[in-house]
């Protein structure tokens, strides 16, 4: 279980109207303005905007993958780290990261199939 950076970039590109601005420490991911993810190549890990019931689920259920980065506007930021999701979660993790900045008529462009996955339970790996 593990997505290579290359794997990340390649299902960040399925989203639409991303725009990626690239600092010395780590890449910034936003849609119409509003920020929705980070990558930092040093440590392999990604950091996504969820909800913050979301994010404390995650953490929870699996310290060893997922933290706590912060939590604000009423979004609970959570980071990933890459060796230990597998990239079906990874991509349903960024589309509701994505989901949940864009403007409701960029949402609403997108196809059923990647709105649906939304609504199926995500598959999670097993507790320790």
Do not use: C, N
Request: hydrophobic residues 40%; negative net charge; charged residues 25%.
């Amino acid at each position: 279980m593990s997505v290579s950076s290359d794997e990340f970039f390649h299902l960040l590109t399925t989203l639409v109207d991303v725009q990626r601005a690239d600092g010395a420490q780590y890449s910034s991911f936003s849609v119409s303005g509003k920020r929705f993810g980070y990558y930092w190549p040093r440590t392999q890990t990604v950091g996504l905007k969820q909800t913050i019931t979301e994010q404390l689920a995650l953490v929870a259920e699996r310290p060893d993958v997922f933290e706590e980065q912060f939590t604000s506007g009423g979004f609970g930021w959570v980071v990933v780290y890459l060796d230990g999701v597998e990239a079906d979660e990874l991509a349903e993790l960024l589309f509701e990261a994505w989901r949940l900045s864009a403007p409701e008529d960029l949402v609403a462009t997108v196809p059923d199939l990647a709105l649906s996955r939304q609504t199926t339970p995500r598959r999670r790996g097993k507790r320790a």
